[in-house]
């Protein structure tokens, strides 16, 4: 008579490794996905299918044993070193903030630096809605700062083209996409630029916002506090004549900021300002200096653009120096960061600069087990140094982080 299998020691075995689980899982910085799941679930039917096909007799119970041991190892494997880890996540769930991309010009091919392909900015935004981002309405902006858990993303557009009203506003108009669309006042209406009441029938859809972004759209930094505060008051008083109205957003030409040039735009009651230096907007962030990630030709390119939407923000408490404005006698700058504590695997950073026009990877010291020093080799030599420090999160995310200098004319 065949020995009977001592079946039920698979389901207590079962049963004890689901208790672990969820132990482990709960008190860890581990994301159970649907793919660990999905593991776990083909390895448990596969062995019982497995078992079944074998006769219970004593000849095959070692080889039963052994199966089950294997599914005791695999399972062990999959929470220990489950691929979607934690890198640096608190335990929370991550705050996505949110995505903000600058676009300029859509399909004027001669100017690759500033421009996106129609056909390029169909698939961007089709793999936004792929991957489950909703567009913030500007007038929503504020309140979504605060909505933590979801993706989200705004779309602005700089200067008004009119290669942005002919090729690019009937798509984003049928879809009824928002976006802020910035524009220079002293440009509207002159050739390539939008006209008043073209921005006018533009301004009538409540998904739709026209910022500010300076009467001249000269290098505001450059000039003095009187010019600079004639240009904006200028600009205010043509939005107030056309639109009866003057945005709270405002954009920096050439995404170029200092302190005083933040001190001028709080002073005339703007609420948001934006630069072109990279990252995630978030509710820690300094709302006059507020990251974009620009979008043309190269970097909309749809492999990059991929990655721009696994970025989360790269939460800090302090930047130094603060004056991004810098002269020969301090570049290179002394760059230092001070994060949030809750930021795990801080030194897992990885940051990248384009001092002397060379995009090398910087030198990092630790000051502290929040705070960083940003060592530079050599002086930022084109009009904009940038330096750009990301951290690996969950599921292939990123926490980004972009710093831009401007350096000032000799």
């Given at each position: 008579m065949?020995?009977k299998?001592?079946?039920?020691?698979?389901?207590?075995?079962?049963?004890?490794?689901?208790?672990f689980?969820?132990?482990?899982?709960?008190?860890?910085?581990?994301?159970?996905?649907?793919i660990?799941?999905f593991?776990?679930?083909?390895?448990?039917?596969?062995?019982?299918?497995?078992?079944?096909?074998?006769n219970?007799?004593?000849?095959?119970?070692?080889?039963q044993?052994?199966?089950?041991?294997?599914?005791?190892?695999?399972?062990?494997?999959?929470?220990l070193f489950?691929?979607y880890?934690?890198?640096?996540s608190?335990?929370?769930?991550?705050?996505?903030?949110?995505i903000t991309?600058?676009?300029?010009r859509?399909?004027?091919?001669?100017?690759p630096?500033?421009?996106?392909k129609?056909?390029d900015?169909?698939?961007?935004?089709?793999?936004?809605?792929?991957?489950?981002?909703?567009?913030?309405?500007?007038?929503?902006f504020e309140?979504e700062?605060k909505?933590?858990?979801?993706?989200?993303?705004?779309?602005?557009v700089d200067?008004g083209?009119?290669?942005?009203?002919?090729?690019?506003?009937?798509?984003?108009?049928?879809?009824?996409i928002?976006?802020?669309?910035?524009?220079?006042?002293?440009?509207?209406?002159?050739?390539?630029?939008?006209?008043?009441?073209?921005?006018?029938?533009?301004?009538k859809e409540d998904?739709?916002?026209?910022?500010?972004?300076?009467?001249?759209?000269?290098?505001?930094?450059?000039?003095?506090?009187n010019?600079?505060?004639?240009?904006?008051?200028k600009?205010?008083?043509?939005?107030k004549?056309?639109?009866?109205?003057?945005?709270?957003?405002?954009?920096?030409?050439?995404?170029?900021?200092?302190?005083e040039?933040?001190?001028?735009?709080?002073s005339?009651?703007?609420?948001?300002?934006?630069?072109?230096?990279?990252?995630?907007?978030?509710?820690?962030?300094?709302?006059l200096?507020?990251?974009?990630?620009?979008?043309?030709?190269?970097?909309?390119?749809?492999?990059r653009?991929?990655?721009?939407?696994?970025?989360?923000?790269?939460?800090?408490?302090?930047?130094?120096?603060e004056?991004?404005?810098i002269?020969?006698e301090?570049?290179?700058?002394?760059?230092?960061?001070e994060?949030?504590?809750?930021?795990?695997?801080?030194?897992l950073?990885?940051?990248?600069s384009?001092?002397?026009?060379k995009?090398?990877?910087?030198?990092i010291?630790?000051?502290?087990?929040?705070?960083?020093?940003?060592?530079?080799?050599g002086?930022?030599?084109?009009?904009?140094?940038?330096?750009?420090?990301?951290?690996?999160?969950?599921?292939?995310?990123w926490r980004?982080?972009?710093?831009?200098?401007?350096?000032?004319?000799?």
């Open positions: 065949a020995e299998l001592p079946g039920p020691i698979l389901t207590i075995i079962e049963k004890l490794l689901s208790i689980a969820f132990f482990f899982v709960s008190r860890s910085n581990i994301l159970l996905t649907s660990s799941l593991l776990i679930f083909v390895c448990n039917f596969s062995t019982k299918k497995l078992l079944f096909n074998f219970p007799i004593e000849s095959f119970l070692p080889v044993l052994i199966i089950k041991k294997s599914l005791i190892i695999f399972l062990f494997i999959v929470f489950n691929p880890k934690s890198y640096s608190s335990n929370s769930a991550p705050d996505y903030g949110i991309l600058m676009y300029h859509f399909e004027e091919n001669k100017y630096s500033t421009n996106v129609i056909k900015f169909k698939d961007h935004l089709n793999l936004i809605i792929n991957e489950g981002f909703s567009f913030v309405n500007p007038d929503d309140s700062l909505n933590k858990t979801k993706k989200k993303l705004l779309l602005t200067d083209f009119l290669s942005f009203y002919e090729n690019a506003w009937p798509i984003l108009k049928s879809k009824k928002p976006f802020i669309l910035f524009v220079s006042t002293r440009e509207v209406g002159k050739k390539g630029y939008m006209t008043w009441s073209q921005i006018n029938e533009v301004a998904f739709a916002h026209i910022g500010n972004h300076s009467h001249s759209h000269e290098y505001l930094i450059d000039e003095n506090k010019e600079v505060m004639d240009d904006l008051k600009s205010i008083s043509i939005f004549n056309k639109m009866g109205y003057n945005s709270h957003f405002f954009s920096y030409p050439f995404g170029e900021y200092s302190v040039l933040k001190e001028i735009v709080n005339l009651k703007f609420k948001f300002a934006f630069g072109q230096h990279s990252g995630v907007v978030d509710d820690t962030k300094d709302l200096e507020l990251p974009r990630f620009p979008i043309n030709e190269k970097y909309g390119e749809i492999k653009f991929k990655t721009i939407l696994k970025t989360l923000p790269f939460k800090f408490k302090k930047i130094n120096p004056e991004k404005y002269f020969d301090n570049n290179p700058p002394k760059v230092s960061v994060f949030f504590d809750d930021i795990k695997n801080i030194k950073i990885n940051c990248y384009n001092e002397e026009n995009w090398r990877k910087s030198e010291i630790f000051k502290d087990n929040n705070k960083i020093e940003i060592k530079l080799k002086k930022f030599i084109t009009e904009r140094g940038r330096i750009n420090c990301s951290l690996r999160e969950d599921n292939g995310l980004w982080l972009g710093v831009q200098f401007v350096i000032a004319e000799k």
